[in-house]
């Protein structure tokens, strides 16, 4: 089945700095979706991305699906922002919609 | 639209307890999923439904594990005979037909004591 790697694991910034998490898939898809874990567990909708580029505020998001990955930028990063990041995706090959989740990055923005 | 609602929100069991999840989806949604969530790890895909038909069960999804989608409206997610490593979140999600955006609840955190 399809793989989905994120990178990096861990990522601790200074509030107001600027950060890159990477989305890596091994095959086509028909579907990218970036999550916000809440500390009490809900995944929080950031974008819905299979191709493109979107900007929401200060986060902005970038698939590249032809070479099968896709960034999230997080721009003047503010404690708020902390918590873990998850990258989703839907196989190509299939219509289910069912997402693969890649393990995350988990942020931490001190003060 | 209130969202994806999911009930209760956390549920403490003694191991061999039967126990159920409800799963309220977004009105009009026609596809529901069930995923899974152990501590460190990205979402597990469990189940799911188009309308009431469920379409696909994972391999995690054991024969103690049971989802009913009656008349395409709410799910519900049934354990039995739970045991400790049942431990997780359980999160419902829904989505229009088709592999579109999908929309979370809350999700039903299960410890099986």
């Known amino acids: 089945g399809i793989q989905v790697e994120q990178s990096p694991p861990d990522l601790i910034l200074q509030e107001g700095a600027n950060s890159t998490l990477r989305c890596n898939f091994s095959?086509?898809?028909?579907?990218l979706q970036w999550f916000h874990q809440n500390p009490w567990g809900q995944l929080i909708n950031l974008f819905y991305?299979?191709?493109g580029t979107k900007q929401n505020g200060r986060l902005s998001a970038t698939t590249v699906a032809t070479e099968r990955y896709s960034l999230l930028y997080i721009s003047s990063s503010q404690t708020t922002d902390s918590g873990v990041y998850f990258c989703?995706?839907?196989?190509?090959?299939?219509?289910?919609?069912?997402?693969?989740f890649g393990q995350g990055t988990t942020l931490q923005v001190k003060p | 639209d209130t969202g994806v609602s999911q009930n209760p929100r956390h549920k403490i069991t003694k191991r061999g307890q039967n126990v159920t999840f409800r799963c309220d989806p977004i009105s009009e949604h026609n596809r529901l999923y069930w995923y899974r969530q152990t501590l460190g790890q990205g979402p597990e895909f469990l189940t799911y439904f188009q309308n009431e038909a469920q379409l696909e069960k994972s391999r995690l999804l054991s024969d103690r594990f049971s989802a009913e989608r009656p008349k395409g409206s709410f799910s519900t997610l049934e354990i039995q005979r739970t045991e400790q490593g049942d431990s997780a979140m359980y999160l419902c999600?829904?989505?229009?037909?088709?592999?579109?955006?999908?929309?979370f609840g809350p999700g039903t955190r299960l410890t099986v004591t």
């Open positions: 095959d086509s898809v028909n579907n």
């Open positions: 991305i299979p191709s």
């Open positions: 989703a995706v839907g196989d190509g090959s299939s219509n289910t919609g069912k997402l693969i």
């Open positions: 999600a829904s989505s229009l037909l088709g592999p579109y955006e999908q929309y």
